[in-house]
Nanobody
């Protein structure tokens, strides 16, 4: 069973950059789609970005296009979320998740494994 652990969150100012990491253990991420989601207080969990491990195909929500991108490191069995030009509305808990189902990348219910989340707070 795959375990996922996020890291890299913190408090930054608007316009700053931040890189989140999602380290997997207990198994390889080969064959998985790894997605990044976020959840702000009082809001539903929403898809942010993702990457198909085998092919490297990238996915991004419209709200973060041009600012966020996912990437992977096969040697480290780790997926990253590079965030730039951060805005206060990006404040949320960020989660990584993994699924073997290639369809519905943006759908949280289709993911099998989740990390515990890491807080990102963007101040003015």
């Amino acid at each position: 069973q795959v375990q996922l652990v996020e890291s890299g969150g913190g408090l930054v100012q608007a316009g700053d950059s931040l890189r989140l990491s999602c380290a997997a253990s207990g198994g390889t991420l080969r064959g998985y789609v790894v997605g990044w989601f976020r959840q702000a207080p009082g809001k539903e969990r929403e898809f942010v970005a993702g990457v198909t491990w085998n092919s490297g195909v990238l996915y991004r929500a419209d709200s973060v296009k041009g600012r966020f991108t996912a990437s992977r490191n096969g040697f480290l069995n780790t997926v990253y979320l590079q965030m730039s030009s951060l805005k206060p509305e990006d404040t949320a808990i960020y989660y990584c998740a993994a699924t073997l189902q290639p369809g519905g990348v943006t759908t949280p219910s289709l993911y099998d494994y989740w990390g515990q989340g890491t807080q990102v707070t963007v101040s003015l």
